[in-house]
């Protein structure tokens, strides 16, 4: 896990250095919102405080190393705008509930007890990949290649009658592939998860409305 003022640093400067009218309005929203201390699930990857502040950053790095490998050619305030931004739509998304969670060990009578755990209460539910387009369209314009890389970039976990369009769009924009793959190896190559009723998760939740 890394430090959570660390990892805000690092993104306000990234996200600071983009030429693009309204990114300033997109960098106070993430200020006043939770974006720093949200988790990145509720329990898939990276589900403890910082955890989505954390994963932008890693997305990030992965799919600026994927731009030069590949040749994409993509300008530089492209790479930070999908990558650091393309999970925009789990801002203030997050909540903290008590779960009740069993903490005996095999064989041992149940021995229940509270712990916080990460929900969901999404108050504009459209989609995911949709939803951080759209976001980012209220404050800034987005290009083609933009709005296809953020708007696909879960890949195969959309529903299956999204794969035609999927892979139609990833023909159109091979960079789009690598936002995916750059997400998917970010969350489950570098990134923790605590399970249920772990000690570490417990102390990962102050803070998070
Ligand atoms: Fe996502
Ligand atoms: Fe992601």
Redesign the pocket.
């Known amino acids: 896990m890394k430090d959570i003022q660390e990892v805000k640093e690092r993104i306000l400067n990234l996200l600071g250095s983009i030429d693009r009218k309204g990114i300033d309005k997109v960098i106070k929203y993430l200020e006043e919102s939770d974006f720093f201390i949200a988790p990145a699930s509720t329990r898939f990857h990276g589900n403890y405080e910082g955890g989505l502040g954390e994963h932008s950053l890693n997305v990030y790095e992965l799919f600026k190393e994927k731009n030069e490998r590949y040749d994409f050619g993509l300008s530089e305030d492209t790479v930070k705008i999908v990558s650091l931004l ?2 925009i ?2 801002v203030n998304f997050y909540t903290v509930y008590d779960k009740n969670v069993n903490i005996a060990g095999a064989g041992e009578k149940p021995k229940w007890i509270k712990q916080p755990a990460y929900g969901v209460k999404d108050d504009l539910p459209i989609g ?2 949709e939803k ?1 387009v759209i976001r980012l369209l209220q404050f800034m314009s987005l290009t083609k290649d933009e709005i296809l890389m953020i708007r696909w ?2 890949g195969g976990y959309e529903p299956k009658e999204n794969l035609n369009n999927i892979s139609a769009a990833w023909n159109m924009c091979k960079a789009a592939t690598a936002l995916h793959t750059a ?1 998917l190896e970010s969350s489950y190559i570098l990134e923790e998860h605590f399970e249920p009723g772990e000690n570490k998760n417990q102390t990962k939740l102050r803070g998070v409305r």
């Open positions: 393309h999970d739509c789990k995911h990949g951080s970039h879960m997400d």
